[in-house]
């Protein structure tokens, strides 16, 4: 099996006078690159990889449309992509980026012993600053180390963006919340976070606020659009959510802010159960008890939240089924061109002591 170069279109323009040089000036200056390819024939980039590269399982009428729009579009693959013969490696690229949170950390845990169970071997980059070059010189790597896919386990918009965005050769795979044009699997925020707030509204709670994660992360986002539709759909105010980082330290200065600010709440409903921490801390220091003044609901279900004080409240997320589930999409990837993503998983209400109904006016 021989597989593209990551070097993207630059590699593949044809210089002026050599024998398959474009001739028009548009062409000169813009070389078809295999997006264009897999645009024009109606098929993934993987597909037309696959096409080039003389792979199996692709069909012959699928496989016919590439050509034609191969020799449509002029497009010629990079000599360094022609360079690269290899053979089957059992062998999976997983690229991760930034701190080693806990779900992403759980789910990369469990892709790698469901890579193990398939006899499949995991070589992986982690990249606390994933900035193009980074992600680039990583994906490289893995790409000259003969893998057969490429995962990504990221929650940044930004980062998703550069890799979807070059030339891997090999098939691409995302655990993101977000996303299309590519395969993708996760969990999904959007409900996990509707049904949070939910749970505050059901128990009476009509002031609700929000400490959401990063505005470039894809799971905050969700996150928040969860929240804000659960809370219009009940006509209630969705004030503007307080950014944090996913850190305690930032939901601690995120409860220092809602008491600053003076505004009326009853409920907090926290981007991951870290913030929720922080979140606690800064009530309780400031003499308000949870849930006797304020109910407080986190997210992810980590280990420490069952012994927080209180017991956190939170929407458990199976991290572990989400690595089974990414070696599995994988796997069809690999053999089915026309793979299906998995279904959705929604996020698990835990109760715990850390939400109750909100105070009365003679008691709060």
Known sequence: MSITSTSGAAS??????????????????????IFDVARLAGVSH??????????????PATRERVERAIKQLRYIPSPAARALVTRRSRTIGLITTGAPEFGPSTTAVYFNEAAREERYAVIMASLLQADAAALRQAAEVL??????????????RSTLAILQGMELGVPFLAVVSQGSGLHRVSLDQ????????RHLIDLGHTEIRHVAGPVDSM??????????????????????????????ASGYEAGRRLLAEGGPFSAVFCGNDQMALGLIHALTEAGLAVPGAVSVIGFDDIPEAAHFTPPLTTMHQDFAQLGRDTMGVVLAVLTDELAPNPLLRVPQLVLR???APPPSPATG
């Open 190 to 197: 959007y409900q996990g976070a509707r049904r949070a707030a």
């Open 143 to 156: 790409v000259r180390q003969n893998v057969e896919a490429i995962v990504l386990i990221t929650s940044n």
């Open 46 to 59: 993987q597909t037309v990889s696959r096409v080039l590269n003389d792979l199996p399982n692709v069909r």
């Open 219 to 248: 799971d905050a986002l969700e996150r928040i659009r969860g929240w804000r539709d659960a809370l219009g759909e009940n006509e209630l105010v969705a004030h503007e959510p307080i950014i944090g980082d996913w850190s305690p």
């Open 12 to 33: 593949a323009r044809p210089k002026p006078g050599t024998a398959g040089s474009v001739t028009t000036e548009n062409e000169r200056t813009k070389a078809a690159t």
């Open 353 to 355: 002591a850390s939400t």
